[in-house]
């Protein structure tokens, strides 16, 4: 069955069956239109009740079933009576339909009967309805609860939950999220998960109850009568073909997607273009005429454009071929019309056999009974395709929270020390540190093995109080040098000593509190700038004016004046606004000033965010505990007079503090000392004019760059005459 299924598509797309479907071990691949589908091998029916395929199966129910076990088990803590209230009112929601149901068969039962012998029994008649419509007030009243109830309970476990997940992130270090979380989608780790699979819980329970009162409701009623069970048969037939026939599409298979075909994918890069992101490019580069040319009006938006060139030309060759989504056209070529007429056949398959038993034996025929078995059979139906849909929702929802279960268990891989920190060795001066042959390779990913050492055999003091430049070429280890430093990672061999001891055997809050970064991977947050500034030193972030005073530092006055609520400021308030339907071309509307006011905030440029994390570092200085402090490249987007300011000011705080820059200036002064990095090794060190002596790695590099600024000044002479 799975095989012919499948097949059918491969003609519509006008291509070879045997060239566009290769059989993997386990996968098969279909070539629809532009794309290329991977899909897992559909099990034939028959092979469905293997031992092998059974056992899998038990295994993906247990795990499933263990996992729900394990939510509910948690959520029952929370709020127990909530979620017994919730579990009633849903089973009650699906069994009034049984029950309701069942009183309409009564009262027929009675009328009919009464028709055929002339008398109608009038309580039987008055109780059937008087239960019909309490079940139907009372029905009311459940769905109102259960809309007060239902989003009261969301929030519990959203709370519950949002709780656990951002503690398990937050315990991330960065070797365990480098090294682990390509095998965890962060992202899709969230409150929604749990709250869904519960949701969905929830859900089949109803339906589930839904369900056996329906069927209970029909054998009851088969049981009563002669020929009710042929009738109940062919009430069946129409969920069997359904789920034979129509659950075969891609929607609900999982699936790996590519657009394999050369020229639509030309086509969609070109396309791509017209991005605003990459109009300097097109405009500064001169693209348009390579994207498009030749003229084109177009009437309904009377705008002449340019016909396609190299877009054109992508367009001809890709010709017809079908550019519409994969699943539309695998659904598409499934066959409809057969699968079509088959339901509407099954479909007919009832009205058939109630024709058939009146015409045939009119004396025994119970309209009542006919017409319940039909409601019946359909409201079955209706619960036999949601219970369908809910269970696909869980299973995808399972997989989700085994991510979550998996991040649960990520531990940290930077291990904490016992030593406190300062010990009884600390300098007034500043942290004092020693390399001894350190050795590191960064953690490999899942998918590769990293083995290229970031810094080989790495051997260099620090004395406390000094202040230290490390240089050298692109990716010769300089960022890795501070990493190690400041412990975001651990060394692979050798031993890093802070004031003579390990590294690794001090608390890690000890030494934490006792360093100052400053590099480019620091980010503005997602808080106000008073916020973003003062979290430098938490113990004055409500002290204004050292906040004030840092931001100075930083070189942030200028844009804190030029921000309309200054220091209250949300640069990237991504997420917490939006506008909607908003006219935007009636510019003067309230609603669209206020909406313009959206996309203002966050207007700084990159040199002002390096301002502002360099003035959180600033107010980092206010804790008296810093004794080393870590500059990695802050200056790469601040002008030559910002880059001259930071750096003064970060040696204005030197006093108390061992200072480690890493950074693209040569530090002439020879007060300086600094090693020399080139592949991963340090490959000398010394001051500047010491380094410049020994004509090595630090005297080329000087000369390259000094050699640059000579010619760019001759330029700049040269153009002044
Ligand atoms: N997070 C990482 N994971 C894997 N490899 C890394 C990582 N960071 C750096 N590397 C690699 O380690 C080596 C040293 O990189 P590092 O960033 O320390 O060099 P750098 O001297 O600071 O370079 P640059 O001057 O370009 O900033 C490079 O080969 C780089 O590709």
């Known amino acids: 069955m799975g095989q012919s299924t499948l097949e059918s598509p491969l003609s519509l797309a006008d291509t070879d069956a045997k060239n566009n479907k290769h059989s993997l071990q386990e996968t098969e691949v279909l070539k629809l239109g532009v794309y290329e589908v991977t899909i897992k091998k559909r099990t034939p029916f028959l092979q469905s009740f293997t031992p092998r395929r059974l056992l899998e199966l038990k295994e993906d129910w247990v795990k499933t079933f263990?996992?729900?076990?394990?939510?509910?088990?948690?959520?029952?803590?929370?709020?127990?009576?909530?979620?017994?209230?919730?579990?009633?009112?849903?089973?009650?929601?699906?069994?009034?339909?049984?029950?309701?149901?069942?009183?309409?068969?009564?009262?027929?039962?009675?009328?009919?009967?009464?028709?055929?012998?002339?008398?109608?029994?009038t309580s039987a008649v008055l109780s059937a309805l008087g239960i019909r419509f309490a079940c139907a007030v009372l029905g009311s009243y459940v769905t109102d609860r259960c809309r007060d109830f239902g989003p009261?309970?969301?929030?519990?476990?959203?709370?519950?939950?949002?709780?656990?997940?951002?503690?398990?992130?937050?315990?991330?270090?960065?070797?365990?999220?480098?090294?682990?979380?390509?095998?965890?989608?962060?992202?899709?780790?969230?409150?929604?998960?749990?709250?869904?699979?519960?949701?969905?819980?929830?859900?089949?329970?109803?339906?589930?109850?839904?369900?056996?009162?329906?069927?209970?409701?029909?054998?009851?009623?088969?049981?009563?009568?002669?020929?009710?069970?042929?009738?109940?048969?062919?009430?069946?037939?129409?969920?069997?073909?359904?789920?034979?026939f129509f659950n075969n599409n891609l929607w609900n298979r999982p699936r790996v997607v590519r657009a394999t075909n050369e020229d639509y994918k030309r086509m969609s890069a070109l396309g791509g273009l017209t991005d605003k992101q990459y109009r300097h490019e097109v405009i500064s580069g001169n693209l348009v005429e390579f994207i498009t040319s030749g003229e084109v009006l177009s009437q309904a938006l009377e705008y002449h454009t340019q016909s396609a060139a190299e877009f054109k030309k992508a367009q001809t060759a890709l010709g017809n071929i079908s550019t519409a989504p994969a699943e539309e056209q695998f659904y598409r070529g499934n066959n409809v019309f057969k699968n079509m007429v088959l339901l509407d056949i099954a479909n007919d398959l009832p009205m058939l056999y109630n024709a058939l038993i009146v015409l045939l034996r009119p004396a025994q025929t119970s309209l009542s009974l006919l017409a319940t078995l039909q409601q019946s059979t359909s409201s079955f139906r209706i619960s036999f395709y949601f219970i369908n849909y809910e269970i696909e929702e869980l299973q995808k929802k399972i997989s989700d929270m085994q991510q979550l279960i998996e991040l649960q268990k990520l531990t940290r891989s930077i291990k904490d020390g016992e030593k406190s920190y300062p010990n009884e060795r600390e300098s007034p001066k500043g942290m004092a540190i020693e390399l001894k042959n350190v050795v590191f390779s960064y953690p490999a990913d899942a998918d590769s093995t990293n083995d290229k050492k970031?810094?080989?055999?790495?051997?260099?003091?620090?004395?406390?109080?000094?202040?230290?430049?490390?240089?050298?070429?692109?990716?010769?280890?300089?960022?890795?040098?501070?990493?190690?430093?400041?412990?975001?990672?651990?060394?692979?061999?050798?031993?890093?000593?802070?004031?003579?001891?390990?590294?690794?055997?001090?608390?890690?809050?000890?030494?934490?509190?006792?360093?100052?970064?400053?590099?480019?991977?620091?980010?503005?947050?997602?808080?106000?700038?008073?916020?973003?500034?003062?979290?430098?030193?938490?113990?004055?972030?409500?002290?204004?004016?050292?906040?004030?005073?840092?931001?100075?530092?930083?070189?942030?006055?200028?844009?804190?004046?030029?921000?309309?609520?200054?220091?209250?400021?949300?640069?990237?308030?991504?997420?917490?606004?939006?506008?909607?339907?908003?006219?935007?071309?009636?510019?003067?509307?309230?609603?669209?000033?206020?909406?313009?006011?959206?996309?203002?905030?966050?207007?700084?440029?990159g040199g002002e965010r390096q301002r502002l994390v360099a003035a959180r570092t600033f107010m980092r200085f206010n804790s008296k505990k810093i004794k080393f402090v870590a500059v990695d490249e802050p200056s790469s987007a601040l002008d030559p007079r910002g880059e001259e300011d930071l750096f003064n000011h970060l040696r204005e705080a030197r006093e108390g503090k061992t200072m480690l820059f890493v950074t693209h200036r040569f530090w002439t002064d020879n007060q300086v000392r600094g090693p020399c990095m080139k592949d991963g090794k340090l490959f000398e060190h010394g001051s500047h004019a010491e380094l410049m002596e020994k004509q090595g790695e630090y005297y080329k590099m000087y000369n390259i760059q000094a050699k640059a600024f000579d010619d760019k000044k001759e330029d700049e002479e040269k153009g002044r005459k």
């Open 152 to 244: 009261a309970f969301n929030a519990v476990i959203d709370r519950h939950y949002e709780d656990m997940i951002m503690k398990a992130k937050l315990n991330m270090d960065l070797p365990a999220l480098q090294g682990m979380l390509e095998n965890i989608k962060y992202d899709r780790v969230n409150s929604e998960v749990p709250r869904k699979i519960v949701e969905s819980t929830l859900e089949l329970c109803g339906l589930f109850a839904g369900l056996i009162g329906h069927v209970s409701l029909v054998l009851s009623l088969v049981w009563s009568s002669n020929h009710g069970w042929m009738f109940a048969l062919a009430c069946f037939v129409r969920p069997l073909v359904r789920a034979t």
């Open 66 to 121: 263990l996992i729900v076990k394990g939510i509910l088990g948690e959520v029952i803590t929370l709020q127990p009576v909530l979620l017994m209230a919730l579990v009633g009112l849903r089973i009650w929601e699906d069994l009034q339909d049984v029950v309701t149901l069942s009183q309409e068969t009564r009262m027929l039962t009675v009328i009919e009967h009464g028709f055929k012998h002339g008398s109608v029994d």
């Open 454 to 605: 970031a810094l080989d055999d790495v051997s260099f003091c620090i004395d406390a109080g000094e202040l230290v430049v490390v240089v050298g070429e692109n990716g010769s280890g300089k960022s890795t040098f501070i990493n190690l430093l400041t412990r975001m990672y651990d060394v692979s061999s050798g031993e890093i000593l802070i004031d003579g001891d390990d590294i690794r055997s001090l608390k890690q809050s000890d030494f934490r509190q006792t360093v100052a970064t400053l590099t480019q991977d620091h980010h503005l947050l997602p808080l106000t700038l008073a916020e973003n500034i003062g979290l430098g030193c938490p113990e004055y972030i409500s002290d204004k004016e050292k906040i004030l005073e840092a931001a100075r530092k930083g070189g942030c006055e200028g844009i804190l004046k030029k921000l309309d609520s200054g220091l209250d400021t949300i640069l990237d308030p991504a997420g917490r606004q939006y506008h909607a339907l908003v006219d935007e071309s009636k510019k003067d509307s309230a609603l669209a000033k206020e909406a313009k006011k959206l996309e203002k905030s966050s207007n700084v440029s």
